[in-house]
C-alpha cells in the first residue's frame, strides 16, 4: 500500500471520527490530511457530507434531563390516588396472606408435636412377650387386684 493510500484511509477515518470539524482533529495529522482533502475529490466530497451532518446534529434541540426536584414536585403535585378495585385487591392479598399463615402455622405445629410423640414411643417402648407383667401393672393402677 502507497504512503498516499495510507494517508487517503488515516483521513478517511478522521473525518468519520470526529466529523468536518478541523479543531477537532488531532494536531499532528492535522496538516497531512488538510494536503490529503485538497488532492482528493473523495475526501472533499466526504467532507461535505459530514460536514451536512455536523450542522444538522448541532440543529438538533437539546432536552434537559429531568432532575430529582422536578420529579418530586410531580409527585406531589398530583398524588396517586388508587380506585375502588384496586383498594379492594389490596385488601383481598393481605387478608390471603393472613390466612394462609394463621392457617399453616397451627397445623404444622400439631403435626410436630404428633411425629415426635410418634418419634418417641417407637424408640422408647419394646413390645413385651410376655403380657402378664403388663396386666398386673395396669390392674395395680386402676385399683383391682386378682
Known amino acids: 500500500m502507497s504512503p498516499e ?5 488515516r483521513a478517511f477515518e478522521i473525518i468519520e471520527a470526529y466529523g468536518a470539524d478541523r479543531a477537532r482533529w488531532p494536531e499532528q495529522e492535522r496538516s497531512a490530511i488538510e494536503q490529503a482533502i485538497v488532492k482528493s475529490p473523495k475526501l472533499q466530497a466526504h467532507l461535505q457530507v459530514h460536514a451536512a451532518l455536523d450542522a444538522s446534529l448541532k440543529s438538533l434541540e437539546v432536552r434537559p434531563r429531568l432532575s430529582p426536584e422536578i420529579v418530586a414536585q410531580q409527585i406531589v403535585a398530583h398524588p396517586q390516588r388508587i380506585t375502588r378495585a384496586q383498594w379492594l385487591q389490596l385488601q383481598l392479598e393481605g387478608l390471603t396472606e393472613w390466612t394462609a399463615a394463621a392457617f399453616w402455622k397451627p397445623v404444622f405445629a400439631a403435626s410436630f408435636v404428633f ?16 403380657w402378664s ?10 385399683g383391682e387386684e386378682q
Open 5 to 9: 493510500q495510507k494517508l487517503y484511509e
Open 115 to 130: 411425629l415426635i410423640g410418634v418419634g418417641a414411643g417407637t424408640v422408647a417402648l419394646e413390645p413385651v412377650e410376655d
Open 133 to 142: 407383667q403388663a396386666e398386673h401393672l395396669s390392674f395395680a393402677l386402676i
